[in-house]
């Protein structure tokens, strides 16, 4: 895609992000993973309960662990770092948009990756063993799993994507 040098920089961003998920062995800074835990706290959520929460894994053997809950274990494997994400239930006001809140800030989290040269995907096939990995993890029940986001320097960036026309999404205009 052409960059439009008449938008801000935030649309280039959105139009250029992609999910990694090939990773070279380069090590991601811990300065850098919690400048994108801060991009994400600052995604917006109801009541501003911030009820998002996060684990971070450097650990090979804890990363390991992890892939075994997925069949996409070769990418946390390769990644640098795992950010297992989530629903902070004792925070919790509304399902629904404490589930959206939390989608917020994943996606802040991955734009901001983007915009700091990393690439991130985010895992939610892991979802069918969220018990398994909060276990793993040693964390308490009233947090539930959301998704795995895998972080690393991208191995290359020839990822492609395409998008449906608006005009087939939108479903009402007046």
């Known amino acids: 895609m052409e960059k439009d040098t008449s938008l801000p920089d935030v649309f280039t961003a959105i139009y250029e992000r992609r999910s990694v ?13 919690m400048e994108l835990l ?7 959520s109801g009541l501003n309960n911030q009820p998002w929460r996060f684990a971070v894994v450097w650990d090979p053997a804890v990363k390991e662990s ?3 809950l997925t069949r996409y274990s ?11 994400v989530f629903l902070d239930k004792e925070t919790s006001y509304d399902d629904v948009k404490d589930c959206q809140a939390v989608g917020a800030a994943i ?3 991955l734009l901001a990756a983007h915009a700091l040269g990393l690439g991130a995907v985010w895992i939610g096939e892991i979802l069918k063993n969220k018990e398994a990995v909060r ?30 026309p608006v005009e087939e999404l939108i479903v009402f205009e007046r």
């Open 74 to 84: 070769a990418t946390l494997k390769a990644a640098a770092v795992l950010v297992p």
């Open 66 to 68: 992890l892939a075994g």
């Open 38 to 44: 801060r991009a994400a706290s600052w995604a917006p």
């Open 21 to 33: 998920r090939h990773f070279s062995d380069a090590p991601v800074e811990r300065r850098s993973v």
């Open 135 to 164: 276990d793993r993890l040693g964390l308490p029940e009233r947090l539930e799993l959301m998704a795995v986001i895998a972080l690393g320097h991208p191995a290359h960036r020839k990822q492609q994507s395409h998008r449906r």
């Open 107 to 109: 996606q802040n989290f």
